[in-house]
């Protein structure tokens, strides 16, 4: 089993800025790849990031390359999301995922075990 617990959302307006934590506990932090999905209202969810656990690879989803980026601190078992440059359509909630069989840094959601409860982000124009 794997808990994860997102925190750092909040409301913001257009072009500012925010750092999400995903804290996660129940496995070795260091051995199994994460990834920031989000979801809109009304909308599916969508894949935004995922880092590697060992070389610490990292994948972005064309939306959001330039202006978010992942990072992990495996002594923390922690995972950051640092959003930069934020916009209207950025506004969602955003959720952090384990994948313990470590599938690949894939942006389907299928391949994730294990998902945290959300933290909305919201940008004002």
């Known amino acids: 089993q794997v808990q994860l617990v997102e925190s750092g959302g909040g409301l913001v307006q257009a072009g500012g800025s925010l750092r999400l934590s995903c804290a996660a506990s129940g496995r070795t932090f260091s051995r199994y790849n994460m990834a920031w999905f989000r979801q809109a209202p009304g909308k599916d969810r969508e894949f935004v990031a995922a880092?590697?656990?060992?070389?610490?690879?990292?994948t972005y989803a064309d939306s959001v390359k330039g202006r978010f980026t992942i990072s992990r601190d495996n002594a923390k078992n922690t995972v950051y999301l640092q959003v930069n440059s934020l916009k209207p359509e950025d506004t969602a909630v955003y959720y952090c995922?384990?994948?313990?069989?470590?599938?690949?840094?894939?942006?389907?959601?299928?391949?994730?075990?294990?998902w945290g409860q959300g933290t909305q982000v919201t940008v004002s124009s």
């Open positions: 880092i590697s656990h060992y070389t610490l690879t990292t």
């Open positions: 995922a384990a994948d313990i069989q470590n599938s690949g840094l894939s942006g389907s959601d299928k391949a994730y075990d294990y």
